[in-house]
Nanobody, 121 residues
Framework: QVQLVESGGGLVQAGGSLRLSCAAS????????MGWFRQAPGKEREFVSA???????SYADSVKGRFTISRDNAKNTVYLQMNSLKPEDTAVYYC???????????????WGQGTQVTVSS
């Protein structure tokens, strides 16, 4: 069982930066691939980025070059550094844990409650 708690969301102007954190409970954190997803109002939840236990990463095209995912297995935490934010990045951001590195939402077994990111123009 893995419990996930996101933090770091907020209101930022376009072009600004935010760093999201996701703290995980459980001693098996390092075995999981961790992903970030987001859901804007009226839209489906979409993949943002993921990282596996060894540090291999994957990004959605919409965030490549702007967002960076990382993890600290000693702290049971995964991060999402978001730079050059755009109004279209506005969404609730969720972290999730999966057995493999994937962009597929239905492979993720555990989910956090989400943190709101709002980017003003």
């Amino acid at each position: 069982q893995v419990q996930l708690v996101e933090s770091g969301g907020g209101l930022v102007q376009a072009g600004g930066s935010l760093r999201l954190s996701c703290a995980a409970s459980g001693r098996t954190f390092s075995r999981y691939a961790m992903g970030w997803f987001r859901q804007a109002p009226g839209k489906e939840r979409e993949f943002v980025s993921a990282i596996n236990w060894s540090g291999s990463t994957s990004y959605a095209d919409s965030v490549k070059g702007r967002f960076t995912i990382s993890r600290d297995n000693a702290k049971n935490t995964v991060y999402l550094q978001m730079n050059s934010l755009k109004p279209e990045d506005t969404a609730v951001y969720y972290c999730a844990a999966a057995p493999v590195l994937t962009y597929l939402l239905n492979v993720y077994d555990y989910w956090g409650q989400g943190t709101q990111v709002t980017v003003s123009s």
